[in-house]
């Protein structure tokens, strides 16, 4: 009769927090969670086509959920944008650039990103000599690190239209050798000449770096995911995606309200809401980032002669987040400095009551004040905590001691009664595993051990629920997601361990081995 699909025994359940502990049995059926329990009491749902995995004492979790990423950016970088942030030689980078050159097809552009010659024994950076010398059947280009500066071929050069008698836009600068020609190296404005005749990325392309990007999402234990700022083209081939089945995860994708340099862009008709996908949030952009001192803060940076700016005229800003309030979408603003925050909450509290909770995006510098309102609101925190590890030391040299013991303050957060969704914001970072934010929110170290808002550590149950239930109250899908209960979608994840065995230092030791969405396996390790 009732008999279950999948039965897990023998596991340590985290079924979510303030949920009761010590279960150690989880019976599926069809894509839900059939029932929660012991071993004894689930194995009565056993039948004859009931498959049983045996945990062997180790962790099953709800399936995590990353609440803010960049899904096609990760899968750019997993498909046909060459990854060389890792490259510690000019050798190392010719072998790297050679071997995409054998994958992709005849003629079509290679391009790099992340290069760094201050970590090469040569001691300089690649030029277009040592370009030609691996292609000059392609368009090679190569990104430094700092994305302020490209070094092309001499078939990326020919493609711009840069000979030695080409003018540097106002803004740039082109290299040239001691004999004036083009050494292929263009600065600021001057990569636009080369980089505008490459072509933009196609349907195809795209399905195959979300397909990429979900793939190695799902082997780190996510079902659930966030794709924080899309273009309308993107869009459509999400929906095709979903169409035609073919997302192994949930994706909750937030439409561009405004492109730099463009404006606003209208809504999407429609919301769009199934079981794998979900495209009703509007995605602004209140302020930059800390290392470029571009985040809006109240006080000047230590490394720069800047407060930062505010992206965003508060009369737009208003504007657009009235209509898309009005018309029932989800409005996701990025806002890191205190100034950008006290702005978007504004905002927001001039909108009034609607359907939707809104979301302040890396929300990295909040005072009491602002925690206090967005508690007032229901206004969701999307925070990194991964950032405390790998951008800790940058907050150090970058950030006035008043800021730096409240840079993302997670403790603070949730004793305000603020709902937080952890998330990776990948690939900004390169480690987008949610044990390492985990981790991260609890040890507050930066690379060096250094230790950045001490007291805004949490615990490991206020972590695990900010990286499952919170992403799932982010995108509003809490009511059959983020706890293991009775009823709810059967995403879960299997660690190699027990999580409480380890202590915080070791956490990141243990791996996903596998992952399941809606009752079906998506991952094995
Ligand atoms: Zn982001």
Not at 11 to 28: D, I, K, P, Q
Not at 127 to 153: G, K, S, W
Not at 350 to 363: D, K, Q, T, V, W
Request: proline content about 6%.
């Amino acid at each position: 009769m009732h008999t279950a699909d999948t039965i897990f025994v023998k596991g340590v359940l985290w079924t979510g927090l303030n949920e009761r502990a010590g279960h150690t049995a989880l019976a599926v059926k069809g894509d839900r969670i059939a029932a929660v329990g012991s071993d004894h009491d689930v194995l009565n749902l056993r039948g004859p086509g009931t498959r049983v995995v045996d945990l062997a004492g180790r962790t099953l979790l709800p399936g995590f959920v990353d609440a803010h990423a960049h899904i096609w950016k990760i899968g750019h970088l997993l498909t046909t944008l060459l990854d060389v942030r890792g490259s510690d030689s000019l050798a190392d980078l010719g072998e790297r650039v050679a071997a995409l050159a054998t994958r992709l097809a005849p003629g079509a552009w290679l391009y790099g990103r992340g290069y760094n010659e201050a970590r090469f024994p040569e001691g300089r950076g690649p030029t277009r000599a040592d370009l030609d010398a691996i292609a000059t059947d392609r368009p090679v280009v190569l990104m430094r690190t700092c994305a302020h500066i490209v070094v092309c071929n001499s078939r990326a050069l020919e493609r711009g239209g840069v000979t030695r008698d080409t003018p540097a836009p106002s803004g740039g600068e082109i290299d040239h050798d001691a004999s004036g020609e083009p050494t292929g190296v263009l600065r600021e404005t001057a990569m636009g000449l080369v980089l505008r005749q490459m072509p933009p990325p196609t349907q195809d392309d795209y399905r195959a770096m979300i397909t990429a990007a979900l793939a190695h999402q799902l082997s780190h234990g996510i079902t659930s995911t966030n794709d924080a700022g899309v273009a309308p083209e993107l869009l459509d081939t999400y929906r095709a995606l979903d169409a035609e089945g073919r997302l192994p995860s949930r994706v909750n994708v937030m439409a561009l309200g405004m492109v730099d340099g463009v404006g606003p862009v209208p809504l999407p008709v429609g919301h769009h809401r199934s079981d794998h996908l979900r495209i009703d949030t509007v995605k602004f952009f209140a302020d930059g980032g800390l290392s470029g001192a571009t985040a809006a803060l109240s006080v000047p940076y230590r490394h720069a002669d800047t407060r930062g700016v505010l992206r965003l005229d508060e009369d737009e800003f208003l504007a657009l987040a009235r209509e898309a309030h009005a018309d029932g979408w989800r409005i996701a603003t990025h806002a890191i400095g205190d100034v950008a925050i006290d702005q978007v909450l504004r905002v927001y509290e001039a909108l009034g009551p609607g359907p939707m909770r809104h979301r302040i995006e890396h929300f990295g510098l909040p005072g009491a004040d602002h925690l206090a309102r967005a508690a007032r609101l229901g206004v969701i925190a999307v925070p990194q905590t991964i950032f405390v590890l790998t951008l800790g030391r940058n907050f150090r040299q970058y950030l006035p001691d008043a800021l730096l013991r409240r840079a993302y303050p997670v403790r603070a957060m949730i004793d305000a009664g603020v709902t937080v969704a952890l998330s990776s914001d990948a690939p900004v970072v390169e480690n987008d595993s949610p044990l390492a934010g985990i981790q991260a929110a609890m040890l507050r170290r930066d690379a060096d051990g250094q230790p950045v808002a001490p007291d805004e550590a949490i615990t490991l149950d206020e972590a695990l629920d900010a990286y499952t239930r919170g992403g799932a109250v982010a995108s509003g899908d809490d009511a059959d997601r983020g706890l293991l209960r009775e009823g709810m979608l059967a995403d879960l994840a299997v660690l190699s361990g027990d999580l409480w065995e380890a202590p915080p230092e070791e956490l990141t030791s243990l791996r996903v081995t596998q992952t399941w969405v809606g009752g079906r396996q998506q991952f094995a390790a």
